[in-house]
Nanobody, 122 residues
Framework: QVQLVESGGGLVQAGGSLRLSCASSGRIFNSYCMGWFRQAPGKEREFVTS????????YYADSVKGRFTISRDKFKNTLYLQMNSLKPEDTAVYYCGVAAHWSITVADFSSWGQGTQVTVSS
């Protein structure tokens, strides 16, 4: 089982941008799916976006569509999340996870990292 380490979070003003990274300790197979999720205080972890590792197909939550972009570097086994036009409601701890098949469901993902805090000030 791989270990994932997220990085790139921080404090940013509304309208700003951040780029998150998720590095894997091992190879991510083409049949796998990787995703970004977030959890705000007092709320459940929610889906943000996922990508099919092999063909690069993506899916986004409506709340981030058009503002966030997920990508991956297959050679580096690293996942990215480019976040633009950030809003205060994007404030949360962001986690990456890996699933053995295509999914947008939290329960299908595992190997969660420690998360990285994103705080957007108004």
């Amino acid at each position: 089982q791989v270990q994932l380490v997220e990085s790139g979070g921080g404090l940013v003003q509304a309208g700003g941008s951040l780029r998150l990274s998720c590095a894997s300790s091992g190879r991510i197979f083409n049949s796998y799916c990787m995703g970004w999720f977030r959890q705000a205080p007092g709320k459940e972890r929610e889906f943000v976006t996922s990508i099919s590792w092999g063909d690069g197909n993506t899916y986004y939550a409506d709340s981030v569509k058009g503002r966030f972009t997920i990508s991956r570097d297959k050679f580096k086994n690293t996942l990215y999340l480019q976040m633009n036009s950030l809003k205060p409601e994007d404030t949360a701890v962001y986690y990456c996870g890996v699933a053995a098949h295509w999914s947008i469901t939290v329960a299908d993902f595992s190997s969660w990292g420690q998360g990285t805090q994103v705080t957007v000030s108004s």
